[in-house]
Every structure is written in C-alpha cells, then in structure tokens.
C-alpha cells in the first residue's frame, strides 16, 4: 500500500458503504487499511450507523458475549421478520439450538446424501457435454435450493416441490423483498398444512418445527415461521457462494483440481477455501449496555457491524490471508461464525460442497476462466460471484 492511497481507503472507510459497489470493489483493501490503522471505525453510511469491526480479536469477542451483544438486530438491513435463532439470545436462541442441533448432525443427515447426490448428478449431467456452464445459475443455485427444500420440507407433494424449489431458487438468486415475501407465504402454508395432518407427518424437520420441543413447550404459529424461515434463507445464498467461489478457485489456479481429486480434500483443504471466501461477509450486533471494544467508546444501543471477512483475513491470526494456504495449520476461521450463533447448517453445507464438487469433477475436467469473463463479486451481506461461466473438458 503506498502513502498516496492511504487518504482515499481513509475516506472511503469513513464513508464505508455497504451499498456501493466501488466500496465493495475494494471492500478488502479497505478492511485490511481499517485492520492496520482504525480497527474500530465509525460509518453513517447504512441503515443509522454502524461501528465496523476488522479484527479478529474484537470479533471473537464481541460473538462470544451475547449479553453485551445482542442479535436481536442481527440483520444488518431493518427486517420485518424477526427469524429464530438468528434474531434472538438465549434462553429463547438455545431453545431453538436445541430443538434443531440433532437434526442438522453429520449423522442424521447421512440418509439425505443419495438423493443430494442424485440432485447434482442431474444438474452435472446436463451441461457436462457441452464444454460450458455458467455454474451459479446451472449448477450451485438450483442444487443448493434443491437439496435443502428437500431436507427441510421432506413431506410434500412433486407439486409443492416444485414451487418450494422455484421460490427458494428466486430467493437465493435475487432475494427482493417481495420474493422473501414469497418465501414467508410458502412458508406459512407448508406449515399450515403440516399442523392439518400431523398423524401423516414424517419425522423430519418440519414435524419438528411444528411439535418442539421448544423450551419444554410447542411453538406457536409465529415462532415455526420465524424457524421454518431462516432455515431456508440461512441456506440458500450462503452455500450456492460457496460453491461458486470454489469452482472459481479451481479454474484460476492449476494444480488445484488434482487436489481436489482426493477425497481427503473435504478435510484437509475445505476450510481454507471457506475462510477466503467467507460467503457471509457480515452480520449485526446491538449493545446492550454501554461498553467498548478495542479501547473505542460503544454506548447502549448502537450497533455494531461483525465483518466476519474481516477476521478471516486478519494478518495477525492468517499470515498471508489473501491467497489460499493449504497445508499449514490455519484453525479457527469465522466464515461460519463464533460463538452461540455459530452456524446450524455447517454440517449440511460441508455435505453440500462436498457432493456438488464431487459429482461435478466425476464429470468435467481442466476447469478454465472463459476469456474475457469478468469475475466480479456483490455488494451486501454476501460475499458471492455475480457469476461463474467457465469452460472446461468433458472427463473421459
Ligand atoms: C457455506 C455455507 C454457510 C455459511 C458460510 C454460513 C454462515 C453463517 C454464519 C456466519 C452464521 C452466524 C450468524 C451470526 O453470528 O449472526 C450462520 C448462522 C446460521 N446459519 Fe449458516 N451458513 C451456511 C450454511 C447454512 C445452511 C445450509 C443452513 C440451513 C440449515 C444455515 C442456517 C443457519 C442458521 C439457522 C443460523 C443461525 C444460528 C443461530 O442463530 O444460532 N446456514 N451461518
């Protein structure tokens, strides 16, 4: 970084924008000038204000001390729906946890994966011929909306399907507020129906929802929808990214797709792709009492922004933090979040990755960049690809 760039990061990081895609062009540069120079930095910019935290450090401990640090506006943007867990503390967030934790496991999770597999067999097979696919739109989008309608709402008609796919497919692709409105509807009707006939219901995730226990109670109405919504929203963008960013890895740097070629991958090299990545780039905190963090004043009700990209590229912690380092032991990364809220669905979206990736290189090799393609990444919470077109070779 030289002297004459340092004032515009200074600016830009004053004015920090979540919203402006010149901010998020140069979103890194200017949460690595914040990590160095102002890591506790002030912006305006967005939804009343918001102190950005850069470090590591601050960010581990401002997630592990919910008491000081609510979720309860943990949605950066102001939102109509408050969704469960993801917008509450414990007690009511540990009910929650509870409730789902045994179902999102590696291991009830495992009699899902033939079908996940056979998911991405069919979306794989359908472009592997042609020596081209746009991976977001053909590949990752509707295999991740697809396979997680289908573990969520396991009980339903070809019919109820197809339009939980469509719906939760526009959710992740463009997620306006009348698409989650949508999603809120389909929602509610998956769950009316499942309250009506509740002595056909398979164990699962919605029968879950639906009986608890929450708490040692049954949930209302309201909290299923608050916890039948997240479930499906926390899962949609987030591992469609994932695998986006990953094939977007392997087509820029050779020698990448040998090393995923082992299975071994999944343990040895996964987190390191996720740590770069970090598809959820941010989330929200609100103080509960007056406080500070990293020696900056942070008074009872401002909030604070938890970059979590930021942390994942702290020098301190991840020497060299913007390449991808496999081989070295780099423990601890925060794509999936710290503390309590620490992500339900990681289970599931490890699964995910490893079976997409897995079906698509059974398929296709010698994954490449289409010349000319510009690879550029969205502003807002997500860290993802506007889009992944690659050109590769039909694997014998
Ligand atoms: C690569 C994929 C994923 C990434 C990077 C990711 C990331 C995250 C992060 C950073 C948080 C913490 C939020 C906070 O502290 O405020 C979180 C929480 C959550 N995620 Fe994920 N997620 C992924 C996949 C999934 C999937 C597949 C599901 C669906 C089952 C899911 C459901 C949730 C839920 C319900 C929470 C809230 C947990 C709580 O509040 O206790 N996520 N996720």
């Known amino acids: 970084m030289t002297t004459t760039e340092r004032p515009a990061l200074g600016t830009m990081l004053r004015e920090f924008d979540v919203l402006n895609p010149e901010h998020s062009d140069r979103k890194h540069e200017i949460l690595a000038y914040a990590r160095q120079h102002c890591p506790v930095s002030r912006t305006e910019a967005n939804y009343g204000g918001f102190w950005i935290l850069t470090r590591y450090d601050d960010i581990r401990r401002v997630l592990e001390d919910w008491e000081t640090f609510s979720s309860t506006e943990a949605s950066p943007a102001p939102s109509n729906l408050k ?8 007690p009511v967030q540990t009910h929650a946890r509870d409730m789902l934790n045994p179902l999102l496991s590696r291991k009830a999770l495992a009699r899902f994966e033939p079908r996940m597999r056979a998911i991405a067999a069919d979306l794989a097979d359908a472009f592997a011929d042609r020596g081209e696919v746009e991976l977001l739109t053909e590949f990752a989008g509707p295999f991740s909306s697809q396979a997680l309608v289908e573990i969520v709402l396991n009980d339903i008609t070809p019919e109820q399907l197809a339009q939980a796919r469509e719906i939760s497919l526009r959710a992740s692709e463009q997620p306006t507020p009348e698409v989650i409105g949508q999603l809120i509807a389909m929602s509610e009707r998956f769950l009316d129906h499942a309250r009506a006939h509740l002595d056909e219901l398979p164990d699962g995730i919605l029968r879950t929802i639906v009986t608890g226990p929450f708490g040692g109670q049954v949930p209302t109405p309201d909290e299923q929808l608050r916890i039948l919504a997240i479930l499906i929203l926390g899962g949609l963008d987030t591992t469609r990214a994932a695998i986006g960013a990953i094939g977007y890895y392997l ?18 090299d996964l987190d390191e792709f996720l740590r770069l990545a970090s598809p959820v780039g941010y989330m929200a905190r609100v103080a509960t009492r007056d406080t500070e963090v990293g020696g900056v004043a ?20 991840f020497p060299n933090p913007d390449q991808l380092t496999f081989g070295a032991t780099r423990p601890g990364h925060a794509a ?21 990736l897995d079906e698509l290189l059974r398929r296709v090799e010698n994954l490449r960049p289409v010349p000319g393609a510009r690879y550029e ?20």
């Not at 009872?300 to 990209?309: C, L, P, S, T």
């Open 298 to 317: 942070i008074a009872k009700g401002q909030r604070v922004m938890v970059r979590f990209d930021s942390a994942n590229r702290d020098e301190a912690k």
């Open 377 to 396: 990444w969205t502003a807002g919470v997500g860290n993802s690809l506007r889009s992944v077109p690659l050109h590769f070779d039909r694997r014998a």
């Open 251 to 268: 087509a820029t740097n050779p020698g990448l797709e040998l090393r995923l070629r082992d299975p071994r991958w999944i343990r040895r």
């Open 336 to 356: 999936f979040g710290l503390g309590v809220h620490r992500c339900i669905g990681s289970n599931l979206a490890r699964m995910q990755i490893e079976i997409a």
């Open 83 to 90: 969704m469960c867990p993801i917008h509450t503390d414990p």
